[in-house]
C-alpha cells in the first residue's frame, strides 16, 4: 500500500512569501502529525490532527497552521517566511492515533533565500 | 516543550562491536518510548519502541530497555553491521506529540 505522500518535495520561497505544503497519509490512517526538521533543533513537533480537529500544537509562532479535511489529507501553512523556518518539514501518520507507531514521508525540503 | 536529552551525539564502532545509545526525559506523564532510525536523505523510521508497563524489549539484534522511575532509556545495537550507520533519534511522548532526542549520528567502521 501506499506511504505517507508529502508534496512537493522541495520549494525554495523568498521571505516575506507564504507557502503551503501537503500530507496525504496512509489509507485508513486518521492522525496526522507534523514535525520540523533542521540541523540544530532536530526535530520538533508542530501540530497533531486527527478527524479534522487539532489536538497538540507545538510551541511555533502563529505563523505556522494547519488543517485536516475529511479524507484526513492534511496541509500546513507558513505565512511571512522568514529565513530560519529553512528546514525540513515531515509529516507522519499513524492507524492507532496520536503518536504511536509514526509512518513518516519523506518531508518537503522548504529552503527561504 | 518537555526535554529530551539524548547522548553521545557522535559514536564511532567497529564492525561486530555493540553500541549503546541512551536518553533522558522529564515529563512524568510519558509513557511510549520509541526509537528512529534516519539514513541520509531518507525518512525516519521506527525501529523500535517501549511502553512504560514493561522495563526491556528485544527485535534480533537491537534491545532498548526503560528505568521509569530515572527517566532513563536506552538503545542497545549488538553485532553492528556497516549498514547500521545512521542516526538515532530516541523519543519520549507528551500528549499527542513526541518529543525528539537531537540525535546520535552512528558510525559502524568495517
Known amino acids: 500500500k501506499a506511504g505517507v505522500t508529502q508534496t512537493p518535495r522541495y520549494l525554495i520561497k523568498t521571505r516575506g512569501q507564504q507557502v503551503t505544503l501537503s500530507c496525504s497519509p496512509i489509507s485508513g490512517h486518521r492522525s496526522v502529525s507534523w514535525y520540523q526538521q533542521t540541523p540544530g533543533q532536530g526535530l520538533q513537533f508542530l501540530f497533531e490532527?486527527?478527524?479534522?480537529?487539532?489536538?497538540n500544537k507545538g510551541n511555533f509562532p502563529g505563523r505556522f497552521s494547519g488543517r485536516q479535511f475529511s479524507n484526513s489529507r492534511s496541509e500546513m501553512n507558513v505565512s511571512t517566511l522568514e529565513l530560519g523556518d529553512s528546514a525540513l518539514y515531515l509529516c507522519?501518520?499513524?492507524?492507532?492515533?496520536?503518536?504511536?507507531?509514526?509512518?513518516f514521508g519523506s518531508g518537503t525540503r522548504l529552503t527561504v533565500v | 516543550g518537555e526535554n529530551v536529552e539524548q547522548h553521545p551525539s557522535t559514536l564511532s564502532v567497529q564492525e561486530g562491536d555493540s553500541a549503546v545509545i541512551k536518553c533522558t526525559y522529564s515529563d512524568s506523564a510519558s509513557n511510549y518510548f520509541p526509537w528512529y532510525k534516519q539514513e541520509l536523505g531518507k525518512r525516519p523510521q521506527l525501529i523500535i519502541d517501549i511502553r512504560s508497563n514493561v522495563g526491556e524489549k528485544k527485535d534480533q539484534r537491537i534491545a532498548v530497555t526503560l528505568n521509569k522511575t530515572a527517566k532513563h532509556f536506552s538503545l542497545h545495537i549488538t553485532e553492528t553491521q556497516p549498514e547500521d550507520s545512521a542516526v538515532y533519534f530516541c523519543?519520549?511522548?507528551?500528549?499527542?506529540?513526541?518529543?525528539f532526542g537531537k540525535g546520535t549520528s552512528l558510525l559502524v567502521t568495517p
Open positions: 523519543a519520549a511522548n507528551s500528549g499527542y506529540a513526541l518529543n
Open positions: 507522519a501518520s499513524s492507524l492507532v492515533g496520536g503518536v504511536y507507531g509514526y509512518t
Open positions: 490532527y486527527f478527524s479534522e480537529t487539532q489536538r
